[in-house]
């Protein structure tokens, strides 16, 4: 997913989708449905990416990004995505919170270690 590198900052308004979770000890076919997901979301026109980020006591954070509502809503409608979050409430999560947010402002910054620092946003 997100890796160690965030997702650019991109130009406003666009959406924020915040999934936390804690997950279940049993997590049979977890990483595969994670993968087609990712896949799957990807392939939305107007998707801009994620972030994600596990701590220690397993507490999950993933954080996707959407250029607008049509393209939120398109994930949030698509037949593989619902058969997942299904089996996920069924199987994998013992609780999850699910936020989404219009973003008004973005901001990035970046240190580059062989010239001037990047900055972006206000």
Do not use: C, N
């Amino acid at each position: 997913m997100g890796g160690a590198v965030p997702v650019p900052a991109h130009e406003p308004p666009y959406y924020a989708v915040v999934f936390t979770s804690v997950r279940t000890a049993d997590q049979s076919g977890y990483g595969e449905t994670a993968d087609r997901m990712e896949e799957l979301v990807r392939g939305v026109p107007g998707f801009l990416g994620m972030d994600q980020a596990q701590t220690p006591g397993g507490l999950s954070i993933t954080v996707g990004y959407f250029r607008d509502a049509e393209a939120l809503a398109e994930w949030r409608t698509d037949v593989e995505h619902r058969a997942a979050q299904k089996r996920g409430r069924a199987e994998w999560y013992e609780r999850y919170t699910l936020h989404v947010a219009k973003v008004e402002r973005s901001q990035a910054f970046e240190r580059s270690h062989d010239g001037p620092v990047r900055e972006t946003g206000q």
